[in-house]
């Protein structure tokens, strides 16, 4: 019996089977398979849930001290150059396998409930599948080209699940976006990866850091060609995990089903940047001056999302600017040179995100039944209100992550959030006083969300309101109305076990996976770097330990309180008064500090506007030329036109029995 | 000047005439002639007037064509060899030197296979013709022998016979099924192409006759043949203008959009697929192979007539309107990096130029099959009037999904690793200065981000968004039938084939490369730097194009 790492291989296979399986039905007998929901969707479950049991075999192995375990084959070769492809497990790997499977599974699970009245029901489980594979073979690639190809594999599922409802414009206009705006990170990722080559004749994650050292010293590459390709290929995890100003695409993905905004865009594909960030620890670490990089970009990340999370009023635009800010957490913990605790807070973010999304998920599709399939009207939190009532598991699994993510002890948030600002205290204390002051901002918008969509009264049914939202968003009252009588007002209720299930199974690692990494005993930081933390252990001092974490409890519970006051209490209308105080400040915020405005004035209008004038150039100079030419030698004046049948034949005819005559000319001279 | 003692042996010297595998049946010369005569026997077969009869004829005709070049590359071809394999040698008339010399090397074989590859999949494609069925599949079969025959021939002037007699049918199916500017189309093809090939027929005799005695146009002896630098190059120039124009290299393109624009599908899947890639070829036999050391100095032009290509093109094809001419563009844009890796001096990146053919060849008749059969239904190419097509045709919009994903160098299929192969080749190679290959190597991968762009867009455009309720009430939009799901399929099988696992072609050419490669180095050695003095004085700085250091 091989062990479980052995046959890691399969993991992503498994899922990749369904998908292919499943993928090959749509096509060939499209009706059917459509018709065969049930056999579908238990196949794939099925195909996740043994990767599953096979990711949890790998990571028990991993945590009783297996050694890694990597094989390779020559995948391409040419000349003196080989590409060697394979697999790789370590603990790095184990742990986010079991992760990126688990939530995969569950969401897997709860989207039988959420898709159960969707004509595309199978393709969206086929899609899944196919994310799933993509995304446990990113994890397992052992070198930078191959994590290169399920990058873009995992880029594609993001477009083909933004896009899923391709009747909406505002989907296929996002799922573009979100291509696009990757491909500019790939772009450097590419060339960064293909400059590394060049300097160290390896992709491999060790090979690449050994090698760019030797470099270095030997003098082949001096030290800022070196720095530059690190922010090459920086660039890639910017786009993947949204950091500013590569973020833009993230917001606009939430077009796309609900249990894809919490697989991909909350848990799993946005980390896969954190993750290669993780995965080039070697490399990065030889250069404080990228690590600062890093730190800023995630630094101003990190306080971007939550600044202009503090105004949406789209519930799944507000968690989708959360889920920024906490990636910028994330890469402000790699800026610092502690890997281990951006892995830690990308571990507990992903379980109490997932969560949060799916609550909204769950929202949604209940508010669906009052005010129809528009999600202007069934995902903003001017019509919601009250809900708790009506949905109390949806409710409970949302306070609880409410209040994960605000780092209230002893729920997981505290604990890797906790780290992640005690390294940057001791790193970089400017960028900590803005992590510090986030943390204050998260647990006030967190509860913003949470009190207006689920205390107070519920505003569902004004269809004075429903009409001006509508209004407001540039949609046609016409067409609104209509979309209303369509779906004849029901009633809010909690949605079914596929949904509530999930909800209920993410509140466990929500509330208690922190307590792996406290920083006294962190089983987390022993099981991916064991030297490091025995390290932090020794050292850990409890006087520094409840100063810092006191502050950000502190601040945190500032949050709550001012939010408790806003909008459940409603004693002060907070958003009125600082609209009337701060109006720059304000439109700064709802307009998201302009950058989608810019983004849309320069690059989107911008290269349009390139492209037509090359065009114009190409039409009316490149092939004016060549018509000109036309007209001078046939002495025409309308040119090739006046050229028609019968020319051209005879053309072709002449010049063939030139050649045949010069042939038989040379022939007779050359005896 | 060099010793061409000191060369390494030009692909067929030594081993013309003993066969890999000591077979001298004429495989070659079979698979050219058998779909010429099948071509003349289509006049004969009974037909009730509307092809139905005669479109199965032609099937049969094309596939047995396929099965005849698989067998002769089963039979006699050992892709371990860098040599000349299957050669077969006739004289035809000694007294002008002309021979009937037909063989296949690396270079040859891989597109030997496409040619008739994609031309059964584009008669199974005129399944719909209706219009003068019997010279259509005419047409279509005497171009599939002429194109295997461009490919195989081993002679200069038999290869300028054949590139020109290969202009007929292309311009007679253009004329007659084309679109409404057929005729101005059609025109300018053959104007474009038959003036440019002038070129080869004077480089041909130029290299015939040079050095006196018994003219000789057969690629082994013009190899062995030292030709002065400065006859090289002007030999060179001739033939990239020739071959340029049928790539096409930016500025010499603008008669396929128009082609491409009026083309009927199946017509369409021929041009894109092959007579592309006889360009593509054409400069790695004669510029890169016969000429090399001329190529030291117009390599680094190719490069930036690649990038040119790569960016000018894509940006044209993110502007136009109509369908076809989009794609038409995307196609240009793809062959930029043909001319990157046949500029690169590197076996990987000479390696990935030639798979890129191979894979454009692929993926660009799926999209023009695709554009045909949406075009079938929609009865527009303009992008302002589709839009919501996805709710009628959803097997067709996942067709499209893929190919254009394909298109778009995704990994796992074909164009991502021919792509990547030329980049790597030519950033890691040292024949030209650093900063030359950073900024070449930049803009190129601006290509990354535009095409995306315009496909995409595309994509957007023809079926996202509410149903489209203009174009249904005039159309019936039909979801694909199996024949279309069946050729799409079995373009995809071998883009994702290579995608998957590159080495299933890469394999089957890399010993011919890698002499080509070596032989080209080696000339660089000898003549110091691939500087070209015209451009010491150009825009670009001479910085740029510093000579490697040996």
Known sequence: MPSAAEIAWLIPVLPLVGAIATGLGLIAFNSTTNRMRKPVAIGLLTCLGAATVLSYAVLIDQLSGGLPVEHLFV????????????????????????????????????????????????????????????????????????????????????????????????????????????????????????????????????????????????????????????????????????????????????????????????????????????????????????????????????????????TQMDLKKGLAYSTVSQLGYMMLAMGCGAPVAGMFHLVTHAFFKAMLFLGSGSVIHAMEEVVGHEPILAQDMRLMGGLRKKMPITSRTFFIGCIAISGIPPLAGFWSKDEILGQAFSTFPILWAFGFLTAGMTAFYMFRLYFLTFEGTFRGNDKDLQASLLRASGKSLEEGEEELIGHPSGSVHESSWPMTLPLVVLAVPSVFIGLLGTPWNSKFGFLLDPAEAAAMATSFDWGEFLLLAGASVLISSAGIVLATFAYYLQRLDLGKQIASRFPLLNTFL???????????????????????????????????????????TLGSGEGLKYFETGRAQFYALVVFGGVIALVALFGVLGQ | MIEIGLLPTFGSVGTLGVDALGNDFPWLSLS??????????????????????????????????????????????????????????????????????????????????????????????????????????????????????????????????????????????????????????????????????????????????????????????????????????????????????KLPIVPL????????????APVHMLLAGILLKMGGYALLRFN????????????????????????????????????????????????????????????????????????????????????GATYDRTHTLQLDEMGGVGQNMRIMFALWTVCSLASLALPGMSGFISELMVFAGFVTDEAYTLPFRVVMASLAAVGVILTPIYLLSMLREIFFGKENVQLTSQNKLVDAEPREIYIIGCLLVPIIGIGLYPRLMTDTYSASIEALVKRDLVAM?????????????????????SAPEF
């Not at chain 1, 393709?123 to 073979?137: I, N, P, Q």
């Not at chain 1, 290269?607 to 090359?614: F, P």
């Not at chain 2, 691939?530 to 740029?544: E, F, N, Q, W, Y």
Request: charged share 10%.
């Open chain 1, 590 to 632: 709802v307009k998201k500090w302009y950058l989608d405005d810019i983004n849309e004035k320069i690059f989107v209008q911008g290269s349009r506007r390139l492209a037509r004038e090359v065009l114009e150039v190409d039409a009316k100079v490149v092939d004016g030329v060549v018509n000109l030419t036309g007209i001078l």
């Open chain 1, 75 to 310: 995948w391409a070769s040419a000349g003196s150059f080989s590409l060697p492809m394979g697999y790789v497990v370590d603990p790095l790997g184990a742990v986010m396998l079991a992760l990126v499977t688990t939530i995969a599974l569950l969401v897997m699970i709860y989207s039988h409930g959420y898709m159960a009245h969707d004509k595309g029901y199978v393709r969206f489980f086929t899609y899944l599948a196919l994310f799933s594979s993509s995304m446990l073979g990113l994890i397992i690639s052992p070198n930078l080209l191959e994590i290169y190809v399920f990058w873009e594999l995992v880029g594609m599922c993001s477009y083909l699940l933004v896009g899923f409802w391709y009747d909406r414009e505002g989907a296929a206009h996002a799922a573009q976006k979100a291509f696009v705006v990757n491909r500019v990170g790939d772009f450097g990722l590419l060339l960064g990866i293909l400059g590394l080559f060049w300097a160290t004749g390896s992709f491999d994650f060790h090979g690449i850091a050994d090698g760019l050292l030797v470099a270095i010293q030997g003098g082949t590459v001096p030290a800022w060609a070196a720095i530059t390709l690190c922010l090459l290929v920086f660039m890639g995890p910017m786009a993947k995990s949204a950091q500013f100003p590569l973020h833009v695409w993230l917001p606009d993905a939430m077009e796309g089903p609900t249990p894809i905004s919490a697989l991909i865009h909350a848990a799993t594909m946005v980390a896969a940047g954190i993750f290669l960030v993780a995965r080039l620890e070697p490399l990065y670490s030889q250069f404080p001056f990228v690590g600062l990089v890093i730190a800023v970009v995630g630094t101003i990340t990190c306080f971007l999302g939550a600044s202009i999370a503090l």
């Open chain 2, 525 to 545: 050695k000898s003549v110091g730097r691939p500087v070209p003095s015209i451009m010491k004085k150009g825009l670009l700085t001479p910085a740029l194009f």
């Open chain 2, 32 to 245: 050219i002639f058998f779909p010429i005569i099948g071509a003349l026997i289509v006049p004969f077969v009974p037909d009730e007037g509307e092809g139905k009869q005669v479109r199965w004829f032609a099937l049969v005709i094309a596939l047995a064509t396929f099965l005849i070049t698989v067998a002769a590359y089963l039979k006699g071809y050992e892709p371990s060899q860098e040599g000349l394999q299957l050669a077969e040698r006739v004289d035809w008339l000694p007294d002008l030197g002309l021979v009937w010399a037909v063989g296949a090397d690396g270079l040859s074989m891989p597109l030997i296979l496409l040619t008739s590859f994609i031309t059964a999949l584009a008669v199974l494609a005129a399944w719909p013709v209706s219009f003068k069925p019997k010279l259509f599949f005419f047409l279509i079969l005497a171009m599939d022998g002429g194109q295997i025959a461009v490919f195989a021939v081993q002679d200069m002037l038999l290869f300028f016979l054949a590139w020109e007699l290969e202009l007929l049918p292309v311009y007679l199916l253009l004329a007659i099924w084309g679109g409404k500017k057929r005729q101005y189309a059609a025109t300018k093809f053959i104007i474009y192409t038959a003036g440019s090939s002038l070129f080869i027929l004077l480089a041909a005799l130029a290299m015939g006759f040079f050095g006196g005695g018994q003219p000789n146009f057969e690629f082994i002896n013009l190899a062995e043949k030292s030709f002065g630098t400065g006859f090289q190059i002007l030999c060179y120039a001739g033939l990239l203008i020739a071959f340029g124009v």
């Open chain 2, 288 to 371: 890169a192979q016969l000429l090399p050391e001329a190529h030291t100095y117009f390599a680094p032009l190719l490069i930036v007539l690649g990038v040119v290509n790569i960016i000018y093109a894509a940006l044209t094809s993110f502007a136009q309107r109509n369908l076809k001419r989009k794609i038409a563009y995307s196609s240009i844009s793809h062959m930029g990096f043909v001319l990157i890796g046949i500029g690169s001096f590197s076996v990987l990146g000479t390696s990935g130029a030639m798979l890129q053919m191979i894979s454009h060849g692929l993926i660009g008749a799926s999209l023009f099959f695709l554009v």
């Open chain 2, 253 to 264: 393109h603008t008669w396929l959009p128009d082609a491409h624009g009026e083309a009927t």
